[in-house]
């Protein structure tokens, strides 16, 4: 068999970077959200690019599937071994191989997580704002194309990725992009691959775009008595052009689990959670200015957090949000949905769901980046009750129909996984998924990329 | 003959929409710059996506060449026929479909210029900020990445193009990307669209990210003593994250031109045109920031442009300066130099270049979007000088080679048509550069889309 003739010889060659130990194949079969326990056959621990190259090369020769893995924190189960395989996971290439402060990049081996990376930019006067909330590896976070809270400021991973090595399908490795900060040079390789979920190849290194730490940041939180007026004081926020570096929902319900779960003592009402980033004089005046939006929609007032250590603490307990709403059922897992439509229907978007969710009998926080149009309702579940399953799947399902009727996206940032699989050919139509189709039997013929996720299922 | 038979079965078709006289076989086959004329065999005049996707359909059986055209001012002649075939110009398929103000967006037809395009929502508020200096169709635009002069405050077209429509090679009608921000559904088709140089498909409707119109606008020219002093002033600029809409470079070769040209006094100096955008205070602010870079580099004194007719006589200037330099030796054409570095090697690489032209006797003003580190130089030939012609494609090619070397590119926004050809694969590496043409041969099978262009020939 294939795979464990790929093991045999990837053993011979890696020792004791490659294990098979039940423990070890179960966490890579994990996933944080739903979906059923997946192991590979085995998992690796590669040092360098080399390493990396030289282990595809020898999955492409017995035909083994091969599945990039990060911190594993992918929400739609991108890393997990559906053939079966090998999971390749970067732990061990996590250093931080260049920072040009001059050129406001740096270059990273693909286990870095952003945490460490902010940290070790922390004396540069740079950071890399990219925030999904989990500390992801940056690696997994141009696999899937992630955004999270400063999206709406600063852009997602497709905006600040420059350049990319990635070793191919066929084990050779290339470098796409550049140090510059444009290029009219050919296809652009390197956005082909951020969002691919290393269905085409698996990313070896990465060279990010950082920005400067702003001067000033003044974070605060704003309770409204009802979701469409905190809705529609984000509308009136982007429609102005108001750069806040992040504004983001939690409805009623996730106010009360993220009380329960970061002792805070939120009013239990809708809430937005802003941050400004500028000079002292330009985050006062984006604060006045949204300030007066706020009033304009019924706002409540500000809850201002102007110390470091508070606004740590409030983004801390919105970054806990997820793991707070688990905790309202314990036991229960979550459905987390993920949709994006265009900013003028957000409001609607979101009442209709807070209404069918009401309706299905189901509980559903939603907290959303909502200053891009995008927002998650967190379904819990009783595994055990096919009832309730089967309700939060079909709530879901509605979920993405409208964020299609309204123009929109079935995922603005956790990507496909097993998850929104069924919702490609939807989404794009049938000849533009085919022609993604296309892309991957021209550059994994073999189809040994993380196979069965992405593309239309080979005949 | 392929191309006959399709043109004879286009003209059934097509009527009058279709025409092979002389003049204007020869106006599609012509370049702003320096290429030999390399006329299609017919010129089709499509007015509906339907159309495009039929006369795409008939090529796509009889083998024949299908070239896109909008408004014939590319650089490296991407729109010359060379394998022959119909040009499609997209002067009937010039709409605009939907402003969609509350979202900033905007759908239109890919003849539409961005000059159309900004006068059609001036009463909006908003404004679509790429400019390249040519009133270029939007669907050029995006086939060749371009940018422009604002690229460094509102990015390139890779940044502004939300969503298309596409005929493919094989005559099917795809939508990529949607109106909503951002989306992590699968292959960035947009992206690998935009910049293919219509190789992979024609572009029939793009959806364009708008900006609001600053509620404040400056514009100044500040002189500089030498080149070095200006560039060292910009790179200070942009590593503070200073927010300048603009920020361009002529050197005083550029400047004597341009004095010519536009009947404009600037001392005979280098020079930075500059433009600030934001509230007046925001605007006011910036302008008092840079003015203490320029001095700290020897800057001369701001003159300002704060009237919106001198700002628009600046930038008119500005953007005749091509046709400024061409007219320095009336009769000359000109290999215009395209370079894109990281910005921490800007100043090394205007350097070696200025010296580089000066020891190779040519005459080449520089111009650059200084922001972007890219920056081009204008070599005049008299084309009948068989040395002078050689002595200028040496310098290009060694401009080139100094790109790669600084960790730059081959072309910041006028892309590779004919000229940046054999930059391809070094720039990209061997592997690469094949991935592209396995790409485009996944999606264009019968090599019918711009054959002879971007991608490695076909075997």
């Given at each position: 068999m294939g795979i464990q003739d790929a093991i045999a010889e990837l053993q011979a060659v890696l020792g004791e970077a490659l294990t098979r130990s039940k423990s070890e194949l179960e966490q890579h079969g994990r996933?944080?959200?739903h979906f059923p326990l997946t192991p590979p056959d085995a998992v690796v621990y590669p040092r360098s690019t080399q390493d990396v190259a030289e282990l595809v090369r020898i999955c492409a020769r017995h035909s083994c599937p091969v599945i990039g893995f990060g911190a594993?924190?992918?929400?739609?189960?991108?890393?997990?071994a559906v053939q079966g395989g090998v999971a390749v996971n970067f732990?061990?290439?996590?250093?931080?191989?260049?920072?040009n402060a001059a050129d406001m990049d740096v270059t990273v081996q693909p286990g870095v997580t952003r945490e460490e990376l902010n940290e070790e930019l922390?004396?540069?006067?740079l950071f890399f704002p990219v925030d999904?909330?989990?500390?992801?590896?940056l690696g997994g976070m141009a696999s899937t194309r992630a955004s999270g809270t400063t999206a709406v400021r600063y852009g997602t991973m497709r905006d600040n990725v420059l350049a990319l090595e990635v070793v191919t399908a066929s084990g050779e490795v290339i470098r796409t992009g550049s140090?510059?900060?444009?290029?009219?040079?050919?296809?652009?390789l390197t956005h082909l691959f951020v969002g691919a979920e290393g269905t085409l190849g698996l990313i070896t290194e990465l060279t990010l775009r950082l920005h400067g730490q702003p001067e000033a940041v003044s974070s605060a939180v704003c309770a409204f008595d009802t979701v469409p007026d905190a809705v529609n004081a984000v509308i009136d926020a982007v429609q102005i052009g108001l750069p806040v570096a992040r504004i983001e929902l939690m409805d009623t319900d996730s106010v009360i689990a993220v009380n329960a779960y970061s002792n805070s003592d939120l009013p239990l009402k809708p809430h937005l959670l802003l941050e400004f980033h500028g000079s002292e004089s330009a985050v006062a005046e984006q604060a006045e200015t949204f300030g007066e939006l706020a009033r304009d929609h019924g706002g409540l007032g500000f809850d201002w957090a102007t110390r470091a250590e508070d606004r740590k603490a409030l983004w801390a307990m919105r970054h806990n949000a997820y793991y707070a709403i688990l905790q309202l059922r314990p036991g229960a897992r979550a459905i987390v949905t993920d949709i994006c439509v265009p900013i003028s229907a957000l409001a609607d978007a979101i009442d209709e769901t807070r209404a069918d969710l009401a309706q299905s009998g189901l509980t559903g926080p939603i907290l959303g980046h909502v200053g891009d149009g995008n927002f998650h309702a967190i379904l819990l579940i009783d595994e055990s009750d096919g009832d309730e399953v089967r309700r939060a799947q079909e709530a879901s399902h509605r979920m993405v129909q409208r964020a299609f009727r309204l123009?929109?996206?079935?995922?603005?940032?956790?990507?496909?996984?097993?998850?929104k699989l069924g919702y490609m050919e939807e989404e794009h139509g049938h000849t533009a998924w085919t022609m993604m189709g296309n892309i991957k039997q021209a550059l994994d013929p073999d189809n040994i990329?993380?196979?069965?996720?992405?593309?239309p299922p080979r005949n």
């Open positions: 996933s944080e959200s594993g924190t992918s929400l739609e189960a991108q890393t997990q732990r061990d290439m996590r250093r931080i191989l260049q920072i922390r004396a540069t006067g999904p909330g989990a500390n992801a590896s140090r510059a900060r444009k290029s009219s040079a050919g296809y652009d123009g929109g996206t079935c995922t603005g940032e956790h990507g496909i996984g097993i998850g990329m993380n196979p069965g996720k992405l593309v």
